[in-house]
């Protein structure tokens, strides 16, 4: 056995240990969102894990283990002489404040959810073959959506569409745009909404997305948007103005097919506007937290979900923006350029000329 650094084991073994509590933590905290003590919390905080658990309609020594979980985690604060415990403004954003960017219900779900699928993705790393989107647990779309609507919200209309080319003035006058990879249709919903004047085709390969898409656009009121169930190398229409992928099209089998189809119905001087997780060049350049969170994430969802498809060509969830750029012009485009981004977000803007 080769000899070992103890100073660097222990802080090794320190991260393991605090990385095992973390794992755990982000269960019991989606547990409390499933069971709405979080919202209690919020709501009739401060509170002993009666108070808590009768507020809930819940068994108290369930929640007061619960309550202890989360408490030893420092997501929730315990008051010891009181025996209550309380939800900090900080830590209501956080776990209780839905439909904030700040929220991350949505995020710990569709974690859960690759926990869910991790036997069926450890099946398709052993053999190579891919592992269909359709074949995920439900709570990935749920959680999926979820975790990205409220980034959507704080920025597509505000901030990414304005940083398109010209784009903003014709989507105000009446412009025709496909929403690729849809899901859910919340980018499809928010951009329809916001521009009354334009029409709105969502489109996404999975059946059951596209429905819950129609059921979000019949509840927000919205007439100006409809949905298709198609592939992103075959949906129908042409002389879009906008074309637009977010956070899909490195799921995607044949990005550069998908690329040229999408070439093809745009209008001459249209754009294809493309969201995808922040990311370096390099595998040295995403060696961090956010980094390490796309990679395991891509590990079982985003790899297996293009290896599923035609061509497979699995860019990942960290491609970075000259891996993409080139699959872009693969496609047929001759401009990319970032025009936007995030703290977890690029987005890039492709044209024809």
């Known amino acids: 056995m080769a000899e070992i650094d103890q100073s660097r084991f222990e802080a090794l073994m320190g991260k393991a240990l605090t990385d095992i509590g973390g794992a755990l933590a982000v269960l019991m905290a989606h547990m ?47 008051d010891a002489a009181e025996e209550t415990f309380s939800l900090s403004p900080e830590a209501a954003l956080i776990f209780a404040a839905e439909g904030d960017p700040r929220c991350l219900q949505g995020f710990f779900q569709a974690v859960k ?39 959507y919200a704080m920025n597509l209309v505000e901030g990414w569409i304005p ?12 412009a025709r745009v496909v929403d690729i990879g849809c899901g859910h249709g919340s980018s499809t919903v928010l951009m329809a909404q916001a ?37 992103a190398k075959d949906f129908t229409g042409k002389d879009y103005d906008l074309a637009c992928i977010f956070d899909a099209i490195h799921d995607m089998g044949d990005p550069a097919g998908a690329a040229a189809h999408i070439r093809e119905a745009l209008k001459p001087d249209g754009s294809f506007m493309i969201v995808e997780p922040l990311a370096g060049d390099t595998l040295t350049d ?3 937290l956010l980094g ?10 985003c790899v297996p979900a293009s290896k599923a498809q035609e061509v497979g060509l699995a860019l990942g969830a960290q491609a970075g923006e000259a891996r993409l750029s080139a699959v872009l012009r693969e496609g047929g485009f001759a401009r990319v350029r970032r025009a936007a981004q995030t703290d977890t977000n690029m987005v890039l803007e492709a044209r024809l000329a």
């Open 163 to 174: 940083a398109l080319t010209g784009m903003e003035g014709k989507l105000k006058a009446g």
């Open 195 to 231: 521009f009354p004047n334009s029409t709105f085709t969502g489109v996404d390969f999975h059946a059951p997305s596209v429905e819950a898409a129609r059921t979000k656009a019949r509840e927000a009121g919205v007439a100006n948007a409809s949905f298709e169930v198609a592939a």
């Open 292 to 301: 390490q969170i796309f990679y395991s994430i891509s590990t079982c969802a």
């Open 286 to 288: 995403n060696l961090h």
């Open 113 to 151: 959810s690759v926990y869910d699928d991790e036997e069926k993705s450890t099946e398709a790393i052993r053999d190579g073959r891919g592992l269909s989107w359709g074949d995920r647990s439900p709570c990935c779309f749920c959680g999926t959506d979820r975790f990205f609507r409220p980034g």
């Open 32 to 78: 409390g969102d499933k069971l709405g003590l979080y919202r209690v919390l919020d709501d009739h905080g401060p509170g002993t894990s009666a108070q808590i658990a009768a507020k809930a309609g819940l068994d108290e020594r369930y929640v007061r283990e619960w309550l202890s979980a989360v408490a030893a985690a420092g997501y929730v604060d315990y």
